[in-house]
């Protein structure tokens, strides 16, 4: 049983950054893991993704702003968010798969001001 626990979460101005982290227990960690948000009545949106080899890929509305890297020894995968804007304001979720099944955290919340 993979278990995802997620923190860093909070209120930052625009501008400003946040280092999300996402601690994984169970299972094997050299899996892809991937960053989701939502947004307040909105659906849940891939924001960026890395394979177990370190290979990186983000939505476009993160690209250049976002960093996602992941600490294999430690099995703990980051997300660096700079430039935050408001409408970055979501829930973030760490979420990986395995044999086809998924998993996800509880989530961290993240609110940017204007």
């Known amino acids: 049983q993979v278990q995802l626990v997620e923190s860093g979460g909070g209120l930052v101005q625009a501008g400003g950054s946040l280092r999300l982290s996402c601690a994984a227990s169970?299972?094997?960690?050299?899996?892809?893991m991937a960053w989701y948000r939502q947004a307040p009545g909105k659906e849940r949106e891939l924001v960026a993704s890395?394979?177990?080899?370190?290979?990186?890929s983000y939505g476009d509305s993160v690209k250049g702003r976002f960093g996602i890297s992941r600490d294999n020894a430690k099995r703990t995968v980051h997300l660096q968010m700079n430039s935050l804007k408001p409408e970055d304001t979501a829930v973030y979720y760490c979420?990986?798969?395995?044999?086809?099944?998924?998993?996800w955290g509880k989530g961290t919340p993240v609110t940017v001001s204007s």
């Open positions: 979420n990986t798969a395995r044999n086809g099944i998924n998993y």
């Open positions: 169970g299972g094997i960690f050299a899996y892809a």
């Open positions: 890395i394979t177990g080899g370190g290979i990186t």
